[in-house]
């Protein structure tokens, strides 16, 4: 569980944690719930590890802004709302702007004091873009340093079903059940943000 695997880490160092769902997200996403939950991890991770005492991360939830350019051909080719982004945002050390397309490298990190000091990304960043674009998506990334960083996951609504079953048969694809908000995350009960939706089932179908 996403946000369960995060609060302990959030206690230790103080760090404000939440994850918002906004109000117009689809009840239902067909996707690859596994390679979803593993690209997130893998972006709150990073965040956590790179966010000093007292900081902040959050997970935001919502269909794509009007406007975004995309690298990915398949999502330029969808309008913006068939469209969801996972954004996940820190307080952290941020990234200069000419480390920003080096750090989805394996095991890169923006500078040698940054690895020094909190060690490298691994890789984590850079599985996490080979799995959004199994996804038909991308991962954007907007950082300031000293001030912090936003990673976002784009993906479609509505995926191919059949490229993802054929590039790994044996893991479940995820239709989240009409009646739930979101089929990946579920809201921080600590977090009274408004915003914030049920929590979905756990249901997966083949």
Known sequence: DIELRFNEVANNKKINYEINIAADVPQKIIT???????????LLSNAFKFTP?????????GIAQSGNQYNSNNLSDLGDKTIIAFAVKDSG????????????E?????????SRKFGGT???????RELSNIL???????????EGSVFTLFIPLEH????????????????APSHTPSPVIKP?????????????SENTSA
């Open 53 to 61: 005492e007292k900081g902040s991360v959050t997970l935001d939830v």
């Open 160 to 175: 191919n079903l059949e490229h993802v079953i054929e590039e790994s048969e044996d893991e479940p694809v995820y239709s």
């Open 188 to 200: 921080n009960p600590y977090n009274n943000n408004s915003n914030n939706k049920p929590a979905p």
């Open 136 to 146: 038909g998506g991308e991962i954007q990334i907007t950082s300031v340093p000293g």
């Open 122 to 128: 691994g890789l984590g960043l850079s599985i996490s």
């Open 93 to 104: 050390i941020g990234i200069p702007l000419d480390k920003q397309k080096v750090i989805f």
């Open 106 to 114: 394996a095991f890169q990190q923006a500078d040698g004091s940054t």
């Open 32 to 42: 690859d719930r596994m390679r979803v939950e593993q690209i997130l991890k893998n």
